[in-house]
């Protein structure tokens, strides 16, 4: 038996993502996931720096690697959906983050 699922590492770098309401969105996917009584399965978390700063709040599905770019607090409803197998891939998100990483790439 797995201890946890996932984790959710959400950057509350105090440079970037910390400025841009960070803590805010940890907090509401902390708060959903006790709500749909899922935070035995799957964790919040933060992470000092993802290195996909500027332009919104990032986050990793962890062990997963999914990235996820632009993380607002409106989007965890439906990142909670996508976990529990309920919704699609946050594909949008995911894009948004692979373009921070392909500019950071090419840097």
Not at 23 to 38: M, T, Y
Request: charged share 40%.
């Amino acid at each position: 038996m797995k201890y946890l699922e996932k984790h959710i590492l959400v950057c509350t770098d105090n440079e970037s993502c910390g400025m841009q309401d960070a803590e805010e969105i940890r907090d509401a996917l902390k708060s959903e996931l006790k709500e749909r009584g899922l935070r035995k399965m799957y964790r919040d978390g933060e992470c000092s720096c993802i290195g996909l700063c500027k332009k919104g709040v990032n986050a990793v599905i962890w062990p997963d690697g999914i990235y996820l770019g632009n993380l607002t607090e409106e989007d965890i409803p439906r990142l909670v959906d996508f976990l529990e197998g309920k919704g699609p891939r946050l594909k949008d998100l995911e894009t948004r983050a692979e373009e921070k990483i392909k500019a950071k790439l090419e840097s």
